[in-house]
Every structure is written in C-alpha cells, then in structure tokens.
C-alpha cells in the first residue's frame, strides 16, 4: 500500500508541475503570479520531478516551438515523424540539450525573456549527482517499504516521471482520439475525462485555444487541473489573465 501511494503521489504531484508551471504558466502564461510564489512553485516542481526536473525556461521554448510547427519535421516531438515513442523522445532530449545550453539557433525565435528563469536551482538540478541523489531516495524508499519483487518494476518510471508524461502526451494527442477543431495539424483529445494527465490530452481544443487555461472545451470534456487553477486565482495566489467562457 505505501508502495502504491508513493507511486501516484509522485506521478500525479510531478505531473501537476508540468501542466501547471512549466506549461500553462511557463510557456503560455495564461495567468501571473507574485515572484516569491513563483520562487515557490520553483521549488516545488524540484521536488515533484525530482530526477526528472525540467528546465522552465528550456521547457518554454520547446513547447513554443512545437505549436509553431506542430506536426512538421521542425516539431520537437511529434509522432508522424518518429518510429515510436523512444525515437521521438530521444529526438526531444536532443532538442532540449541544445536549447538548455542555448546552442539552438530554432529557438531564438521565441525568446522573448517572459518565463520563469532561476539559474542556480536548474543547473543543480540537471547535474548527474542531483538527479543521482534523487534515484537513491527513491530506491530506498522501496527499499524500506516494498512488499514484492514486481514493486521494484515501477522504479525506472520515477526516474524517468516527467520524461513518461511527455512521451504519453506527445505520442497520444496527436496520434488517437477525437478532433473538435481543424487545426491544420494532427492534434487530437484522447480522453472524454483526461484524469491520467491532468488535461493534457485534450491535445487538439489546446492547440486551437493556447491561452484558455480551461483545456476542455465541450461541457462533459473534465480538465482536472483547472478547478486548481480556478481556486488559485479565487484566493490569489495567481491571477488568470482572461476569463474561461464556455463553448457549446
């Protein structure tokens, strides 16, 4: 049982830090946040990915690079252009070595110095003792705490968290599921209710609306990041830009 709640606490607390920080404030500023809860939210994405922390900064531009040119061979990661899943990530890994030590010359055009950028935490975290050191925490924890053989099995997608959520969202939403939008790229909603990556496969109504915090657009398409969002805002510790309308 700790086992297990180990493991969704770490998936969905690290997946919550991509969708929230990285991406829907990172990359697309849909809302704004005093600098000291920034520096929290900072931080908190540290803890939450652990091993697998990834650059706000260097996350931003990919992303922006990936809506610029969804679906073509200058995407970051999209699936038409890739074998499976590995090849298209390892493409991504590539692509964000380049951009993180700011030898891309592709992502220049969308710098523009508007996200979240604190130098000293994101080289600590990417270097080989940090995400080291956050492997040994989570070995001993199973260590501590595993039941079975098989529990060991779940080990290697901690290390890797948020690279699995990147390889699902990008591979899934825009390979399989449904269109609401013609977005002149392969973009698609995967899940009615999207409670495996916290709305992130509502790839399509995303890539037509970039700025609606709220990514389902339809009354039964359930974004379960937003109501988070939607209390952040309500108790202001964030500040939505524009209001979330509702299309039919």
């Known amino acids: 049982m700790a086992i297990l709640a180990f493991f969704l606490a770490h998936w969905y607390l690290s997946l919550f830090t991509q969708t929230f920080f990285l ?29 697998s922390f990834l650059s706000p900064r260097t996350y ?9 040119y969804s679906d073509s061979e200058l995407d970051p990661h999209s699936p038409h252009h890739s074998n499976n899943a590995f090849t298209m990530m390892w ?37 080989w003792y940090a995400r080291l050191g956050w492997g040994l925490l989570y070995t001993s924890f199973y260590v501590v705490f595993a ?29 399989y599921g449904y269109q609401n939008f013609d977005n002149r790229d392969k973009s698609r909603n995967s ?19 970039p700025l609606r915090a709220n990514f389902g657009v339809k009354w039964w398409e359930l974004d379960p990041t937003y109501p988070v969002i939607w209390t952040l805002n309500k108790v202001g510790i964030i500040r939505l830009k524009r209001p979330v309308a509702t299309v039919a």
């Open 91 to 127: 493409k991504t890994k590539t692509v964000y070595q380049d951009v993180l030590q700011r030898r891309s010359v592709a992502a220049k055009r969308f710098e523009d110095n508007i996200y979240p950028e604190w130098v000293l935490l994101e080289n600590f975290a990417h270097r």
């Open 147 to 175: 039941t079975a053989w098989w529990q060991y099995l779940l080990l290697p997608l901690h290390f890797l968290m948020g690279t699995v959520h990147g390889a699902i969202v990008n591979w899934s939403g825009h390979k």
């Open 23 to 51: 991406h829907r404030y990172a990359s697309h500023k849909m809302f704004t946040m005093h600098p000291a809860w920034e520096r929290f939210f900072f931080v908190f994405t540290f803890l939450m990915q652990g091993s």
């Open 191 to 209: 899940l009615f209710f999207d409670f495996l990556t916290g709305g992130e496969l509502f790839q399509n109504n995303h890539h037509k609306l």
């Open 60 to 68: 931003a531009l990919l992303h922006r690079m990936h809506h610029a």
